[in-house]
């Protein structure tokens, strides 16, 4: 064996441990010479020189492996941020040096090509939203624009209508007359007050104005909740906040962007949107009943979209007299049903946001306004029940009076005028309170069901009444939860009893209207079946309270009355009216005895315009002298 070399600690260093110089002086010896010979102390000198090397090469090894570390990031860092510039065979030769697995590299690549996927859809998406929002926005500019033309050319034509109080021939007119003059005559008019359109434009025009409230709605309300948000952060001292769970965000971001796709839906006309939200509608009762949670916040109730519904059978008929409130349920039975109402007239309630006028003969609607018999609309329609909505007779004919005195729905007469009418006023009720009994009288003694509903109870207990109405009508046996809820909503996002309306109403209350009848006024109106009528309507004591308690009338039993019936079906708009000419008043004659109109010549041209043919023609009526069918 060749001799080892010894060290400083000699060769047996290894073996005599902290021996030192010795060597293997220390190595376990004999135990006699162990004896003679005592231990020597160890050499501190030598440990200490033994250490220092130690942590010499330990530093050394460290100062190494750091500038590995460093390499390796540096190497990482160039490559990373060159790796974008690189082609296929530069990124594989990178990923290469840098000892990376080519699954690395192609997990990678996949994912920077679904990232960049995402960030284009997101993108392109948003160019649309944009885009939509545009157009929609420059269509409602255009809008505004026609309806302001429309409505000079509509006030200074019915300047020339209100002077004759008749519907002039251009709503009617002459067949012998070319259609090159007519459109000469009122080509800048667009479009015409009393132009008839068909009910389906009336009603894609009214979806549309729905559908772009709709818009600014949510994209203010995004607006108002990304302050809120900023706001809460803003004001915390950062131990107040409340964080919400990551569950809690991701539901409510799934939420949010499941209501944002239904508020325009692509690729769909405006009748498709409405019958889809319909549909949505039907699936959410459905979630519902089975106690799962609703993926998307419902629409306002103002901003839904409305739908035609075509029956087959005889239509229910809202009957009613003249201001007796039938434009306020219309408006609260369409936000609940979302089915338009009819009506038997072409009245001026389409810029109201009622667009069923006229619609009756096409079979679209199922619930239908009429004021037969106090006057006849068109067409005649079968009636197979009917809600007899009333009004304690002093607000509604004061109201009506209103109503023909200014030619609007919201106007009141001033008092200068008032005062000198006077006379027209007492004359005017006398006669109205007698076509007010016969016409209650006559929807009292059909035998087909009718449902009473009072008016007062109806503004003050909108949700209960509303509740009867819509069961009558549908002919439902138990509501359930769907049109519970669907009353409930309209009822709460639309606090006031005047944002429930078509319109807003003219200010005054329950009986405030009584002021202006004078007591031999209201002795005289007490005509033939008055007070039966009256007690039949459950008025009875109403004269017999003071006026502030006319507010606090009794209801009726389960806010509505249902009577008995014997008959399947009436016709409407048949037989004689509880207006006759005794009843009629000339509101031309009478506003021009005002000076409400100015004095009119007898020419031709203001002949045609009061329908007049010739001066021994039957139709042929000096100016105000035509009677009133508003």
């Not at 001799?3 to 290894?14: E, L, M, Q, T």
Request: proline share 4%.
């Amino acid at each position: 064996m060749p001799n080892k070399k010894k060290g400083r600690g000699g060769g047996g260093a290894k073996r005599g441990g902290r021996g030192g110089r010795g060597g293997n002086k220390n190595r376990q010896q004999p135990l006699n010479q162990q004896n003679n010979n005592p231990p020597q102390q160890p050499n501190n000198g030598g440990h200490k020189k033994h250490q220092n090397q130690f942590l010499q090469q330990r530093r050394r090894l460290q100062m190494q492996r750091n500038a590995r570390c460093r390499l390796f990031y540096l190497q990482q860092h160039l490559v990373l941020n060159c790796y974008s510039y690189l082609d296929q065979e530069g990124r594989e030769a990178a990923f290469s040096v840098m000892g990376w697995s080519m699954e690395a590299h192609q997990r990678r690549k996949q994912e920077m090509q679904r990232q960049r996927k995402i960030i284009e859809a997101v993108k392109e998406r948003q160019e649309w939203k944009n885009g939509i929002f545009q157009q929609v926005l420059n269509a409602e500019v255009t809008r505004n624009e026609n309806n302001e033309k429309a409505r000079n050319a509509d006030a200074a034509l019915c300047k020339e209508v209100e002077k004759s109080m008749v519907v002039s021939d251009f709503a009617y007119p002459d067949e012998t007359r070319g259609e090159e003059e007519d459109r000469e005559k009122f080509h800048d008019v667009l479009p015409p007050l009393f132009a008839r359109v068909d009910a389906d434009t009336l009603l894609a025009r009214l979806n549309t104005r729905r559908l772009y409230k709709r818009l600014v709605h949510y994209r203010r309300e995004d607006q108002r909740k990304l302050a809120e948000h900023l706001a809460k952060y803003a004001n915390a001292d950062g131990d107040g906040i409340v964080e919400e769970s990551i569950v809690d965000m991701f539901e409510g971001d799934l939420k949010n962007e499941e209501t944002a796709n239904r508020i325009y839906p692509k690729d769909m006309t405006i009748s498709q949107m409405a019958e889809k939200e319909w549909d949505d509608l039907m699936d959410v009762a459905s979630l519902r009943n089975q106690g799962m949670k609703v993926p998307y916040d419902p629409f306002p109730t103002q901003y839904e979209l409305l739908l035609f519904s075509a029956t087959q059978r005889a239509v229910a008929a809202l009957a009613s007299y003249p201001r007796s409130g039938n434009s306020l349920m219309r408006t609260m039975y369409e936000h609940t049903s979302l089915r338009v109402t009819g009506s038997d007239m072409q009245g001026g309630l389409a810029k109201h946001d009622l667009v069923g006028e006229m619609s009756v003969g096409c079979d679209k609607v199922q619930f239908v306004k009429t004021h037969f018999p106090e006057r006849r609309g068109t067409p005649q329609f079968r009636c197979c029940r009917s809600v007899l909505l009333v009004r304690n007779p002093f607000d509604a004919i004061e109201s009506f009076y209103n109503l023909m005195m200014t030619g609007t729905h919201t106007q009141n007469i001033s008092k200068e005028i008032r005062d000198k009418a006077t006379k027209y006023w007492e004359e005017f009720a006398v006669k109205e309170i007698r076509v007010w009994t016969n016409f209650h009288k006559y929807w009292l003694e059909q035998q087909i069901p009718i449902l009473l509903v009072r008016y007062e109870d109806l503004i003050r207990e909108p949700a209960k009444v509303m509740s009867r109405v819509v069961q009558f009508v549908l002919e439902i046996n138990d509501m359930g939860s769907f049109f519970g809820e669907r009353i409930d909503r309209c009822i709460k996002e639309q606090q006031e009893i005047e944002r429930l309306g078509s319109y807003k109403p003219r200010s005054g209350g329950i009986g405030k209207s009584l002021a202006k009848y004078s007591p031999e006024l209201i002795d005289k109106m007490k005509a033939e079946g008055f007070e039966e009528i009256l007690e039949a309507l459950h008025y009875g004591d109403l004269l017999n309270k003071p006026v502030e308690e006319w507010s606090k009338l009794p209801f009726l039993p389960e806010h509505a009355m249902e009577f008995e019936s014997s008959q399947d079906f009436i016709v409407v708009n048949q037989g004689n009216l509880s207006r006759t000419e005794k009843e009629s008043t000339k509101w031309g004659m009478v506003k021009k005895e005002l000076g409400i109109m100015g004095e009119q010549c007898n020419c031709a041209q203001c002949k045609a315009k009061r329908g007049g043919k010739d001066d021994k023609g039957e139709n042929n009526k000096e100016c105000g002298e035509e009677d009133s069918n508003e």
